[in-house]
């Protein structure tokens, strides 16, 4: 595994090795020895979770605060997104900072995400198949988000025809300003 690092330290883009023939490919998606040597300690997944998506839906910017912060390995099986992680923790000095890359079927590239961040994507392909292993179990108290498009954070979203499809929630998610943060 090819362990590619973004503007964000925490943040990994991990990259499988891929045996591919003309009947098709083999990739490990998952080892934990592995994982845990790219990040230098040991992770818990307690999680698996499985979205589709059709194009222009964009999920996010969520996230889950203590005491249940997730991390998440995140990976599209089928279809291409335009993944993106922001630094939640007002400790660090990349608070507020964001990172993004293109997670695919093709380049099977996987994100992680460790707890501390908000995490969200943008579907750029007719639909897409996003998965995710969580450290930590879903937890509605505990559940933040914020706004997707903030000036304050600025993320830069790829065009795609129209607006983004959002959910109630995430139209109605805070502006950075007032968002909920880690310490």
């Not at 912060?69 to 990976?75: I, P, S, T």
């Not at 993004?100 to 639909?127: C, K, Y």
């Not at 979203?157 to 959910?167: K, Y």
Request: net charge neutral; proline share 6%.
């Amino acid at each position: 595994m090819k362990v590619i690092r973004t503007d964000l330290p925490d943040v990994l883009v991990l990259e499988p090795k891929v045996f591919g023939d003309a009947r098709g490919f083999f990739l490990e998606s998952f080892s934990q020895r592995a994982f845990d040597a790219a990040l230098g300690r040991q992770v818990r997944f307690v999680q698996d979770n499985h979205s589709r998506s059709a194009r222009g839906v964009l999920r996010g910017l969520h996230y889950q605060l203590a005491p249940h912060a997730q991390g998440k390995l995140v990976r599209v099986a089928s279809g291409t997104v335009f993944d993106v992680a922001v630094d939640m923790r007002r400790s660090s000095p990349t608070f507020g900072r964001w990172v993004g890359t293109e997670l695919s079927a093709d380049n099977h590239r996987q994100m992680w995400i460790p707890p501390g961040f908000a995490h969200g994507f943008l579907v750029l392909s007719e639909f897409a198949d996003f998965l995710y292993k969580t450290t930590d179990y879903y937890a509605p108290e505990c559940e933040a988000a914020v706004r997707w498009n903030d000036p304050d954070i600025g993320v830069a979203w790829p065009a795609v025809a129209g607006t983004p499809q959002l959910s109630a929630k995430d139209v109605q998610a805070p502006a950075w300003r007032d968002a909920r943060t880690f310490d």
